[in-house]
């Protein structure tokens, strides 16, 4: 087929589109062959021959049953469940679709629905195969590049291609130094690291992940698009082999534990490293994040502490205090005047800014003067914030810190909220405490009165809020005047 294919190319007219319809994912030689043949397009059709697999099948021992619109409804959910999951994979499908046959020829459609979240035996006999071909002195490589990706799962911000995978990789405390002249990559570097990179998942990783090729013949700017960026493919199935807590005291018991690198961990120091290098490396890591000009300048710095204060609420680890000062150094290292500095802090908050005070229609104050503890608080960072948080902050210039608290109130927790409140009321913040004419009190108030938000969490926690700002000295008698 290949031959027929390269001849037909070869005799025919340019102006002619041919199509190639594969059923299975195209093989990278395929794609190489082809890749400079643009009148031949190669199209997959995976996802539909998959499902026209599954109703095939299912055809067989239906068409020998009785009519019953109970199972023909709970199979017609099914069948988008499983091609869902198998993600292109015809392998998955098809060890899946005899269990699935077993229980509709038995009259137990019901159980279709847990059968599918299970991982098939042939596949868990084949990935344990895998895995015990792999020296166990080189394990924890294999847990690390993996949980790359199984823990990204499809986010945008998820490290997906090659050039994105070795910017996550390397280890956390070389992210936190001062950029150095490689945090500029220039095209031959990129592609160095990425085929360094690939050589180590293909070592590390083999049988679990698709990786891109390389084509010697390109031109530098395809190897770094094709290349670089060419995405890696982790089949949903080595999650739930992997990394499920059954599975892991058997497959990474015999790791040393100090070896293997925490999720959120990784999360973080990808984020940093994305921070420290040049845009266009940047963008190329992960482009998925860049929806329009406003998300080019705050995308990656909220996306930064978001990973932390998700890190310290869910595992409970303790990231701020190193990572925010890695960030001020940083910050500081690359702006060229103190501006640059307070407009960075400032960009990436100021549309909650806007979310807390507009509601009062009052002319803007643009006396920001935000700074990494702001930031600390406004997303519930409660080990910097008792690290750095000082006395007298009503001297404080410009907005409030409880502002910012509120500012952000939508995305924390109660329980973070709460802490993150009294630790500010501990060391001086006061609701009675003035700021472009009205006290925080007040804009509280309005907020919650005509605030654009009425997510669930919010409307439960309107009481407890109110509640707590009182129990913290705010005035019952605080008289409002209402926007106009």
């Known amino acids: 087929m290949l031959q027929f294919l390269t001849n037909l190319t070869a005799t025919t007219s340019s102006c002619l589109i041919f199509r190639a319809l594969c059923s299975g994912r195209p093989a990278n030689f395929i794609e190489l062959a082809f890749s400079k043949v643009p009148h031949l397009h190669l199209e997959e059709h995976t996802w539909q021959d998959i499902e026209d697999f599954l109703h095939t099948n299912i055809r067989t021992v239906t068409d020998h049953l009785p009519p019953d619109e109970r199972r023909d409804r709970i199979i017609a959910e099914i069948v988008p469940e499983v091609v869902g999951k198998s993600e292109g994979v015809f392998m998955w499908a098809s060890v899946v679709v005899e269990d699935l046959l077993t229980l509709i020829a038995a009259g137990r459609e019901e159980e279709l629905y847990e059968k599918i979240k299970e991982l098939p035996p042939e596949l868990e006999s084949l990935y344990a195969s895998i895995i015990a071909k792999i020296p166990p002195r080189s394990r924890h490589h294999t847990y690390n590049y993996l949980q790359l990706q199984v823990s990204a799962g499809h986010g945008e911000n998820a490290p997906h291609n090659l050039l994105g995978i070795m910017l996550a990789s390397f280890p956390p405390e070389q992210v936190r130094t001062a950029p150095s002249n490689i945090d500029r990559w220039s095209d031959d570097a990129k592609i160095v690291a990425c085929h360094r990179t690939r050589r180590m998942l293909r070592d590390n990783c083999s049988g679990f992940v698709k990786l891109p090729h390389f084509n010697p013949s390109w031109s530098k700017e395809e190897q770094v698009n094709r290349f670089c960026c060419g995405e890696v493919y982790v089949h949903k199935s080595v999650k739930d082999y992997l990394f499920n807590k059954e599975s892991f005291k ?22 940093f490293h994305l921070l420290k290098v040049d845009f266009v490396t940047r963008y190329q890591a992960v482009p998925r994040i860049w929806r ?193």
Request: aromatic share 12%; glycine share 4%.
């Open 250 to 271: 058997k497959v990474w018991s015999g790791i040393d534990q100090k070896l293997l690198i925490h999720s959120h961990l990784q999360r973080v120091s990808f984020c």
């Open 292 to 484: 329009n000009e406003d998300s080019v300048l705050v995308a990656v710095p909220k996306l930064f502490l978001k990973a932390v204060s998700v890190g310290e609420v869910d595992e409970k680890l303790d990231l701020s205090v190193t990572w925010l000062l890695a960030l001020e150094n940083l910050v500081r290292t690359k702006a060229s005047s103190l501006t640059e500095i307070v407009d960075f802090y400032d960009a990436t908050f100021v549309l909650e800014y806007r979310n807390f005070e507009r509601c009062t229609n009052d002319p803007p104050f643009e006396a920001w003067n935000t700074n990494m503890l702001c930031l600390a608080v406004s997303y519930g960072l409660i080990p910097y914030i008792k690290a750095y948080v000082h006395r007298n902050l009503h001297l404080r210039k410009g907005r409030p810190l409880l502002h910012y608290l509120f500012g952000a109130y939508v995305e924390l927790s109660y329980d973070t909220f709460e802490p993150v409140a009294k630790i500010l009321h501990r060391h001086g913040s006061r609701f009675d405490q003035v700021f472009n004419g009205r006290t925080t009190w007040e804009y509280i108030l309005i907020h919650m009165q005509f605030g654009v938000y009425i997510n669930s969490w919010e409307r439960d926690g309107y009481d407890k809020i109110l509640i707590l700002c009182l129990e913290q000295g705010a005035n019952p008698n605080q008289k409002i005047n209402l926007p106009t």
